[in-house]
């Protein structure tokens, strides 16, 4: 696999991500005042400011991976 192409990917994730979370931000800070509880269309944008927000600290975190050891055979 060319892993200049999928880092391209990812980097153009990340980027689309960074702007859906910033038209959803305005989209919030222009939306009127809602009626706590009741407005299902402000639940959904603050739902998905949510999974905006874990999406793109999934592509910022590194896990772990274990680095394949091998065993090396001593003289005995």
């Given at each position: ?19 859906a ?7 919030i ?17 603050m ?5 905006i927000?874990?999406?793109i600290?999934?592509l ?8 394949p ?6 003289a005995?």
């Amino acid at each position: 696999m060319d892993q200049q192409l999928y880092e391209q990917s990812l980097d153009r994730a990340y980027d689309a991500l960074i702007a859906a979370r910033s038209l959803l931000q305005r989209e919030i800070s222009s939306y009127p005042t809602p009626i706590s509880g009741c407005d299902q269309q402000y639940i959904r944008l603050m739902s998905d400011r949510t999974r905006i927000s874990q999406a793109i600290q999934s592509l910022n975190h590194q896990p772990f991976v274990a680095t394949p050891r091998t065993l090396e055979q001593t003289a005995a």
